[in-house]
């Protein structure tokens, strides 16, 4: 149970949970973890190329694996493939961000309110070992550990219902938002109030209170899809400023002011 939660005992595996059924994963599949891992950490910003050779080069191994990881993350909506433009990093809009939250809020609640009803104690002790660690992150101001404990707490509510259909859209779904979400995660106030959003779903299923915990699921959901909503359209408004005369010329007066050439 205490090896479940956190990037110090899980890092391989805490996005990566589709991947490959097997425990042994295909060389595509492992490029396809690790470039999942760039773009959440921001490695690579919403839309910008993948270049087949340059990853290959990167990661030392030939252009068709690279191809077969790109081709992989299409499935995954993390990356679009378009003719003799090759592969870019998906951009979020917000419909698309709108959508995704609506579908992981219903299949959140729906997985909570089942364990609200099955009532297990192994599953109640894994999901208090799970929530007493994403409060002791957020204490610390451990952005990373925070944003991968949040992940897998959402992935064992869905693991634990044994609601195969809710956990592989679920595994999907998260992934897409991460990259974004993250910015929202560093704000302390965000993350208090959403620890106190899982541990009312937690103390919901500790109840047996399908209603409660369901409604505390939509309720996590609601405000993170908030956030990150506000986020898109400061990242918008950011790249819309980079791209303008006047935002290019103001970056060169704040490099001059810093002896940056």
Request: hydrophobic content about 45%; proline content about 2%.
């Amino acid at each position: 149970m205490g090896e479940r939660f956190g990037t110090r005992t899980d890092i391989a595996g805490a996005f990566f949970n589709s991947f490959g059924a097997s425990a042994v994963k295909t060389l595509p599949e492992q490029l396809a973890e690790k470039l999942v891992e760039q773009i959440i950490r921001g490695d690579f910003a919403p839309g910008q190329r993948l270049h087949e050779m340059r990853l290959a080069e990167q990661f030392q191994v030939s252009r068709g694996p690279v191809r077969e990881a790109l081709r992989l993350l299409e499935r995954e909506g993390l990356v679009v493939m378009l003719s003799h433009r090759g592969a870019s990093v998906a951009r979020l809009t917000e419909k698309r961000l709108k959508d995704i939250f609506s579908v992981r809020s219903a299949l959140m609640a729906i997985c909570a309110e089942e364990l609200a009803e099955l009532r297990s104690k192994t599953v109640q002790a894994t999901l208090d070992d799970g929530t007493a660690k994403l409060f002791a992150a957020s204490d610390r101001g451990d952005v990373g550990e925070y944003i991968v404990i949040v992940y897998q707490l959402s992935m064992y509510l869905a693991e634990a219902s044994e609601n195969d259909i809710a956990r592989t859209i679920l595994f999907s779904l998260g992934r897409q938002t991460l990259s974004l979400t993250r910015r929202v995660f560093e704000v302390k106030k965000h993350r208090q109030n959403w620890s106190n959003n899982w541990s009312s779903i937690v103390e919901g299923i500790r109840a047996g209170d399908a209603a409660v915990a369901g409604q505390a699921a939509h309720d996590l959901l609601s405000g993170i899809k908030a956030a990150a909503l506000a986020a898109l359209a400061d990242f918008d408004r950011e790249e819309r400023q980079t791209a303008s005369p006047a935002g290019g010329a103001e970056r060169h007066r704040v490099s001059e002011r810093k002896g940056i050439r």
